[in-house]
């Protein structure tokens, strides 16, 4: 369906595509009359979709319509961080940003960090023209690990590809692990396949260390320690060997070093793990006995757990369990983390984003996960020059970025040219130079991938740009112009590009056009004979570089940081408020109703030593700041772990701060990402 006109009410419906970062990408259906948008509704023939949105993205219209929207560029009159902005007129603030970059980069390019991650998900208005943009420019290349890496890369290790079951197989499922995953916040439909799969008889398992509103529906909920998911992944290999639960023909045939992990799981019995994960050795044998006697048994494995130091070697042992009990031989069994590899082949992405126009320059990296540090680094020979000036779109790092009294405070130097491409003054925009006003999903045209199921998307523009907006491909296609880029590519539009994001081999053109998703063609149980992605087709429990995956304790824990645990005794994990979308949707009232204020979950046990009441304010701290917010005591959190859930800007903390000041940006062991939920605090009643 394209669009389909009622001339008498003037009323359109277009096909439209959720740009948001959730596993789901969702198929919309936008009603449009008189040239507005009067309603957004999920695309009831897309089958991830079937028809529903979240509580979120059904608001999209009103996010969009939002009265702070940003609607004419600005250009900073206050001191870096107060928000105050005068209106300004494109020419004007594009020929000063221009004139800026050039002069920097005249310099050295790479003193110019680009600085985005997925406000939007879009082929197009993520890394197409922008991405065009910074190599003809030579700027810094950004490494993009705030999410996911740590898991991606670790699923890549072990499989050779961001690759796994089918979303729609879930409903066959007789056994789901839910693992590091709360699907009712963030991933809706995919809890609609584990109903499914319920209501036919199967045994649902959350594993999280937070009561969740997922948990709680679940038949049951292991409450792990934060960090342990390794522990109990070798705890589960030890009982399925004791207990002969293995399929060894698969292993024969489709693992790779299975003898080695087989010898190391022997040293894990139940008893240790459960130690380390602060369970009972009963619940580790159960599941086992679960997860080795029923079949197909599927793992639906989310980032969540992979947020910690070991968060690779985590997501290696886990993702191996299914080899060990033959789960792929069935299409509803094995395991998800990511669906994005299979979408590699099917992407233009060279095409998008135009490497070769680095034309043989070989800028360094920067890691987006220590922007903290380093924008506040001098130039050196390791790190290369100063950061002069920051570009960000589709991200908020002031808010979401560890330890980011240090991100604000770097992005408050007065010596940073800082440009700010959003739709509302975030706390990042507060501390722009010029905030340059975004088009949404609504106004612009889009394709997307996604990476919890195998659909190709299309977005196509319902309503026209508001106010002075512009798509973030068209400001960087402007900018480019003025900086002199006469390449070809920077003439593309927004539409020729979406339209040409997909190999037309892999992804039918006719279908996406028609109906706004095409399915890739991948078999339903694809590894039902091994034939992984590797070089060897095997499954690599020993991979080249990283040997074999063994549980990695958090850095701030009882057993490797005691001093800082006997005066830091709390677990602080941050996971996202429902009604939120990382720091999107924070702004919309009636989702920020839903939400309320800032708080910790916190459970009784612990808030009674400390004097601490129900909704009193509380001071939570470590020593890298303080973040204040009121406690919610209840047993979502377990003892030991408090709750803090996010990611509210710092602006609307009852001090100022948000959760990501107690954050630190130590690396995870594989990817280079940072380990959110591997932090200790101690709280007090403010
Ligand atoms: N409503 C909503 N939906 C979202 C998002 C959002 O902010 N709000 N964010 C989107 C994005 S960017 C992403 S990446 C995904 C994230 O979605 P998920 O990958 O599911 O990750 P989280 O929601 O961060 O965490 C999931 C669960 O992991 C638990 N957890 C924390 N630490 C551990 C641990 O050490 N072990 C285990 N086993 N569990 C742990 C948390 O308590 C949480 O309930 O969701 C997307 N969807
Ligand atoms: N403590 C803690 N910190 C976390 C996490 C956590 O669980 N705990 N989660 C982490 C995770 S998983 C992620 S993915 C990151 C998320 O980090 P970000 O990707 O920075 O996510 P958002 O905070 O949602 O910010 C996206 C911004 O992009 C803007 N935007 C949306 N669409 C467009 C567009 O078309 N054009 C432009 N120019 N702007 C647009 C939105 O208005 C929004 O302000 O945060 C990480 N930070
Ligand atoms: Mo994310």
Known sequence: MTTTATPAAATRVVQATCPHDCPDTCAMQVTVEQGRVVRIHGDPDHPPTHGALCTKVSRYAERSYHPDRVLTPLRRVGRKG???????????????????????????????????????????????????????????????????????????????GKVGMHLEWYAESKLILIWGSNPITSSLHFWTFAQQAKRAGAKLVCIDPRRTETAEKCHQHIALLPGSDGALALGLMHELIAHDWLDHDYLARHVEGWPALRERALQWPPERAAAVCGITADDVRQLARDYGTTKPAAIRLNYGMQRVRGGGNAVRLVSLLPCLVGAWRHRAGGLLLSASGWFRP??????????DLLAGRRPRTVNMSTIGDDLLRASSPGFGPKIEAVVVYNSNPVAVAPENGKVARGFAREDLFTVVLEHFRTDTADHA???????????????????????????????????????????FRTLAARMGFDEPCFADSDEAMALAAFDPERVDAAQLQQRGWCKLAIADAPFAEGGFPTPGGKALADAPGLGLPDHVPNYESPQSSPELAARYPLAMISPPARHFLNSTFVNVASLRAAEQEPRLEMHPQDAAPRGIADGAAVRVFNDRGEYRCKAALNDRARPGVVNGLGIWWRKDGLAGTNVNELTHQRLTDIGRAPSFYDCLVEVAAA
């Not at 800026?100 to 960090?113: C, G, S």
């Not at 099917?346 to 490497?355: G, I």
């Not at 905030?435 to 026209?464: C, F, K």
Request: overall charge negative; some cysteine.
């Open 82 to 160: 107060e928000g105050r902005f005068e209106p300004v007129g494109w020419d004007e603030a594009l020929d000063d940003i221009a004139a800026r970059l050039k002069a920097i980069a005249a310099r050295d390019p790479q003193a110019v960090l680009p600085y985005s991650y997925a406000g939007t998900m879009g082929l197009v208005q993520g890394d197409g023209m922008a991405a065009r943009f910074f190599h003809r420019l030579g700027a810094s290349l950004l490494d993009r690990t705030i999410c996911s890496n740590a898991g991606g890369e670790a699923l890549a290790a072990t499989y050779g």
């Open 346 to 355: 099917a992407v233009r992405t060279a095409w998008l984003q135009r490497p």
């Open 433 to 475: 130079d010029y905030v340059l006003p975004a088009t949404t999903q609504l106004e612009h045209w889009d394709a997307h991938s996604a990476y919890g199921h195998t659909y190709a998307m299309l977005n196509r523009p319902a309503i026209a740009p508001l106010g002075q907006s512009k798509s973030n491909a068209e400001i």
